[in-house]
Structure formats: structure tokens, C-alpha cells
């Protein structure tokens, strides 16, 4: 019955390998997004997803790219990882693309590149 | 430039003593504002949010937040603190686009 789960919880690689980490949300939602929570516990937006389309890039290196294959899945896949990436990835998701409604969050993959 | 500004790093409370977490925003347009709690190795939890109306709201938890439009704040409150309260707290205000902006959270400690 989880809400918003993401795979895998843990994530440990070495610098150089491509990894993805999944996201899926059974809430019917229709925007899903990605952050990125540093070791300061700094929560940053990396990109958002409504009906499997891009809405929000930021900054963010494009070794990192999303992919929405329908609006209850959104996937992240990072080429080249460095030390810096490592952090917590939060998927989360939202009944609509308006700020007035709250975002629900998976549980978070820790990625360690070591 | 919208922000929200979390001014307080860490909060310390004694258990069963009243609690606040402040948060004061700026964005463009009416202002949308949300507390998120988070517990150790856990995702973010919503607690309550202010979208329009009494400007006092109730959230999950016991927790209640002002909205102030003259001070652009939104500060967190709770009448007795819990030692289960202890945990990240997080304020995040949208305004007239569709991006929310998160403030950099507070460790709020609550000792028995």
C-alpha cells in the first residue's frame, strides 16, 4: 500500500558507473518529481514530471536524466557518477502541476559513490 | 528572488513546554506555504498547509501554523512538545509559478 516507493533504498558504486534508481506512485497523481538532500540535509529540486512531461530542469549536470514512461513512473538515470552526487534521492509526487497542493515523498535512496 | 528562510538551525524544547519553529517567505503572488516534517532516514511528511483563508491552521500531530502576510511569515507551533516531535522540519512557500521553494529545514530537539 506504499504511497510513493522507490528502488533501491541503498545505493553504493564507484565513481565512473551508470546507475538509475525507480520511482512509482500509486496515487493516481499526475506530477512527479526528484530531489536531491545533501549531506546538510539541503533538499533541491532537480526536475518535475507532469503527465510524462518536463516541466521543471534545473541546474542539474546532464549526466542525470529522467525518464517518465507513463504518469505513475518516474525513473532516474545518472551517467558518470562522481563523489559529488553522492546524497539522498527523494522521488515525490502531487495530484497536480500547481504549488498549491502537497507533495507526497517515497522513502529515499541513499547513493554512495565511492 | 523567492526564498524562504528558515532562521534558526536547531530549536531546542523541553518536553511538554510550547514549541516554535519559525519560517518567513517571499514569493511572488498570493503566497501558497506547507510545513514537511522529517524523521530520521525517512521521506518528508506534509503536516499542514495554507492556501487562503483563517489564517490559523491545523495540521497532523497536534501542530498549527499562523500565516502572517504583514511579517511573510508562517511559523510552526505546538502547545506541548513531544519527545516525539523530535525531528527535521521544513517550510516551503509557491507563489505565482508552479515551483516550490524549500527553506533549509529545522532540527527541532525535544528533551524529557
Known amino acids: 500500500d506504499t504511497a510513493v516507493s522507490q528502488t533501491p533504498k541503498y545505493l553504493v558504486t564507484q565513481m565512473g558507473n551508470d546507475k538509475s534508481i525507480k520511482c512509482e506512485q500509486n496515487l493516481g497523481h499526475d506530477t512527479m518529481y526528484w530531489y536531491k538532500q545533501d549531506s546538510k540535509k539541503f533538499l533541491k529540486i532537480m526536475f518535475s514530471y507532469n503527465n510524462k512531461e518536463l516541466i521543471i530542469n534545473e541546474t542539474v549536470p546532464n549526466r542525470f536524466s529522467p525518464k517518465s514512461p507513463d504518469k505513475a513512473h518516474l525513473n532516474l538515470h545518472i551517467n558518470s557518477l562522481e563523489l559529488g552526487d553522492s546524497a539522498v534521492y527523494f522521488c515525490?509526487?502531487?495530484?497536480?502541476?500547481?504549488?498549491?497542493?502537497?507533495?507526497?515523498f517515497g522513502p529515499g535512496t541513499r547513493l554512495t559513490v565511492l | 528572488a523567492q526564498s524562504v528562510a528558515q532562521p534558526e538551525d536547531q530549536v531546542n524544547v523541553a518536553e511538554g513546554n510550547p514549541l516554535t519553529v519559525k519560517c518567513t517567505y517571499s514569493v511572488s503572488g498570493n503566497p501558497y506555504l506547507f510545513w514537511y516534517v522529517q524523521y530520521p532516514n525517512r521521506g518528508l511528511q506534509f503536516l499542514l498547509k495554507?492556501?487562503?483563508?483563517d489564517n490559523l491552521v491545523k495540521g497532523s500531530y497536534g501542530f498549527e501554523a499562523e500565516f502572517n502576510k504583514s511579517q511573510t511569515s508562517f511559523h510552526l507551533k505546538k502547545p506541548s512538545a513531544l519527545v516525539s516531535d523530535s525531528a527535521l522540519y521544513f517550510c516551503a512557500a509557491g507563489g505565482s509559478n508552479y515551483q516550490l521553494i524549500w527553506g533549509a529545514g529545522t532540527k527541532l530537539i525535544i528533551k524529557p
Open positions: 515525490a509526487s502531487s495530484q497536480l502541476l500547481s504549488v498549491r497542493h502537497e507533495q507526497f
Open positions: 495554507y492556501i487562503t483563508g
